[in-house]
């Protein structure tokens, strides 16, 4: 099994991480909480209670781990790819599978992917969801010291279940939107590339971009109930599973509860999906 595109995954991924996570943080907090009125209120009460540093919080564990994530999201699409078509990444330009398999491997590295991801996922969004200012002498401590302290401490009062809390709805979030991410950057690929060539740096970047914003757009409603479950445990509210998860929220603030953080997942979006495929790509052209 070729583990260039596991390697290539991670560094890319980690690349788009630290893009992204900023923006990310906003829209957690916006989906888990009722106390900001938008993306501005949220930004300017974040900067002005925890400074810029509080748009980072949670993002040390993402580091370590995207190292699993996005090698697993990258390395079984491609892989996936290779067992169903035979052809190895620098043959797919010439011998372009079709959106048939693209999807399916798409799907396969999805599952996997949510399967990896759900503990680092969990104790990325609780770690964000604290609000409390940078640490002083004498001051009263967060609830989570950092990310080994937050699952440390889910472990101990929520037993090992709950490091899988949000799960469910994290898998059914990511199995169908990671087959139309990758069948949105193929398609466009294609469309603004000469048969058999390589896609331009321009064309991976604006593919990647969109496929980004296509997948997040399908991806919302659900990543809104799985934010939910994930703090349901610190809020002592436990969901029955995510159909409660979905009435009761839907019940409580209407509709449009799922498809709150929308508009700041689709602004994050399109640079971290671009910068992602772009670094992934010139990766494998440079070790091919």
């Not at 994290?170 to 169908?176: C, G």
């Not at 331009?200 to 809104?224: E, H, Q």
């Amino acid at each position: 099994m070729p583990v260039e595109e596991f390697v290539a995954g991670w560094i890319s991924g980690a690349v788009g991480l630290v893009l992204g996570h900023p923006f990310d943080t906003v829209k957690v907090r916006l989906q888990t909480q009722t106390t900001y009125h938008g993306i501005v209120d949220c930004m300017v009460k974040t900067y002005r209670h925890e400074s810029l540093l509080g748009f980072f919080k949670g993002m040390s564990f993402p580091i370590v781990s995207i190292a699993v994530v996005n090698s697993v999201l990258f390395g079984v699409y491609s892989n996936t790819l290779l067992a169903l078509t035979a052809t190895s990444h620098q043959q797919r330009r010439a011998q372009p599978p079709s959106y048939m398999h693209i999807f399916v491997a798409g799907c396969t590295s999805g599952f996997l992917q949510a399967y990896c991801l759900a503990p680092f996922d969990l104790i990325k969004v609780r770690l964000q969801n604290q609000t409390e200012p940078r640490a002083k002498p004498g001051s009263p401590q967060p609830r989570y010291r950092g990310p080994v302290h937050c699952a440390a401490s889910i472990f101990q009062e929520e037993g090992p279940r709950g490091l899988f809390r949000g799960a469910w709805a994290l898998t059914l979030r990511d199995t169908p939107t990671v087959g139309i991410y990758f069948i949105t950057y193929e398609c466009l690929c294609r469309q603004s590339t000469p048969e058999g060539q390589n896609p331009s740096s321009a064309t991976v970047l604006v593919a990647g971009g969109f496929a980004g914003i296509t997948s997040w757009v399908a991806a919302t409603p659900l990543d809104v109930i799985k934010a939910r479950m994930q703090m349901a445990g610190l809020k002592q509210r436990a969901y029955q599973g995510v159909l409660d998860c979905i009435v009761s929220s839907a019940r409580q603030e209407g509709l449009g509860v799922f498809f709150r953080g929308l508009t700041i997942n689709s602004a994050r979006a399109f640079p971290v999906n671009a910068v992602t495929f772009l670094s992934y790509e010139y990766l494998l052209r440079l070790w091919g």
